[in-house]
């Protein structure tokens, strides 16, 4: 199994990158790939030297974190583009930041999209400048991706009702309780199982 | 070859002159047996074939906070739709148009790992600064398209400068082509035309044509018209263009009364009547990458007298298609205006010769190859 993690950013200490290494790690003891594409803030990160981790700089000052995302994700793009869809079987966004990568790469490269959402719009609160169109790509996301991951009932019931997605295709995985690595594996598994498929040969 | 062209009006939906840019130069690319297909903006998911073009039509958001999130919104949307595309078919390159695309263009590059074409029709410092961070980020994504881009294409001689120091575009990357007249379009036009719905059987029309925006030069035109009425009072102006038209039209009316004319908006029948009608256009632009207005009316066989500026350097050659005007300058634009209302023959001798200039040097057909063959270049390097 190889695996493509995108992320917003890497680091130590932060809780979606914790995430991330988490679940990277595990797989990499049980014989997987994994590549992590981020964006490079330039801050310390520490994983297991069998992770694959790219972080790229991204040349673009935007106004506000919804349009530097965007381009963001641009760059995320071409670093999944040069590594090649033989280096991938899955693609695991995270977060409506990495949604635009997420789904196009998978589109383009026929890869199932894992989409972990951490949280969402409704539940930060709404009050932002851009939380309309945030929202609308969380929506975008979730109707996208194949299936949807949360780490808790109360995000899960956020994207069932604010994001309108189908019961079946949401699954919280707490990060606290044991064999959560193995779960997400496991869902990782299916998905390809299922890519390869010749129903969906179409 | 197959180019994928990004741009976010295409008519007939069109707010500037990219829609009117792109069609021209995607149908004539068609003529000439290439294979042009335009991704663009649509209120509604649409598929139309037009003159030998296959335009897909994508809806963007209602929820954008402003135009630049509107327009990386509608950047992820197009991608999914050229990815989708892609499975069926293959396109050589993307060709982007202004800032608004970038974000479109630079997804489905690295996405599908294709070449990218950026052509450059005006900038945001040029248009109106880059005081604000807003502004500040429109620059550095138009910053971010000619860093992205194999190639990038100007639409004015002296513009292409500005673009080179502006956003350090290295020598070998940087294309001057001008904009190009559907000289048919002006030719088969013979709408009637009721002229008395401007002007007065016995006032000759001055036309102006574009936005009312500082940017247009529309007040230096209106603080120049006591002085034209003066000497020639059968002199009429009719100010065409949407923008801060009320604005305007107060000063002006405060200036020369009944002598000017806001129509508000003209159709394309009415403004090309009005082109063929008029005895010159005033194009009294402070700054203007290209400048569409002098190539139309000389299409009409129309002279233009406009600002020493920009692309008018190159579309306006003084007392042989028209007459320059130093930019920001009333007297100087009121001294013109009147030299060619004084001397009508002469005029319309500039107006011919503007004619033959636009037959000779700004035809689609050379536009287009001259394009076609920058893609060459993209492609092979």
Known sequence: MKVLILSKEFRDGEGVSEYCKNIAEHLVEKGNEVTILSFDDGSYYSTRKEVE??????????????????????????????????????????????????????KHFNKPLLLTVHSTENERGFNEDHSEIISELEWQGVYDADKILTTNEGTKNSVLFDLDAPDEKVEVIDPYTENWRERVLKNYQNLVKQQKAPVNQA | MKPLFITWEYPPIKAGGIAAHCEDLATTMADQGHEPIVLTYGPEKETEYRDGVEIHRIPSTNNAENTLAWAMHLGHQIEKKAIQ???????????????????????????????MVFTVHSTQKGRDGIDSQYQRTIHNLEWYGTYEADQVITVGREFSEE???????????????????NLEKFDQHNASFNKN???????????????????????????????????????????CGSGATEHYKNIAKNHVGDKVYFPGYVSDKDLLSLMKNARMTVAPSVYEPFGIVPLEAAACETATVGSYTG???????????????????????????????????????????????????????QISAWTTGVYKKTITN
């Open chain 2, 85 to 115: 595309l892609y499975k069926q078919k293959d396109f050589d390159l993307v060709h982007a148009h202004d800032w608004m695309t970038v974000s479109a263009a630079t997804g489905i590059k690295n996405t599908l790992s294709l070449p």
């Open chain 2, 311 to 365: 692309g008018m350097k190159d579309t306006i050659i003084h007392e042989y298609t028209g007459l320059h005007t130093y930019p920001e300058d009333s007297n100087s634009i009121s001294y013109q205006v009147n030299r060619a209302l004084d001397d009508p023959g002469w005029t319309e001798w500039l107006g011919d010769n503007a004619r033959e200039r636009v037959e000779d040097n700004f035809r689609w057909e």
């Open chain 2, 197 to 239: 719905n401007y002007a007065l059987d016995w006032e000759e029309i001055i036309l102006f044509v574009g936005r009312m925006y500082p940017q247009k030069g529309p007040g230096h035109l209106i603080e120049a018209m006591p002085e034209i009425i003066d000497q020639n009072p059968h002199a009429k102006f009719i100010m």
């Open chain 1, 53 to 106: 981790v790219r972080r790229v700089p991204v040349p673009f000052e935007g106004d506000n974190i919804y349009n530097w995302s965007m381009i963001l994700n641009n760059e995320l793009k071409r670093q999944a583009a040069e590594l090649g869809e033989e280096k991938f079987d899955i693609v695991h966004a995270n977060d409506w930041t990495t949604v635009p990568g997420g789904v196009t790469l998978a």
């Open chain 2, 163 to 181: 673009v080179k120091h502006t956003f350090e575009v290295p020598d070998g990357k940087l294309n001057y082509i001008p904009n190009g007249v």
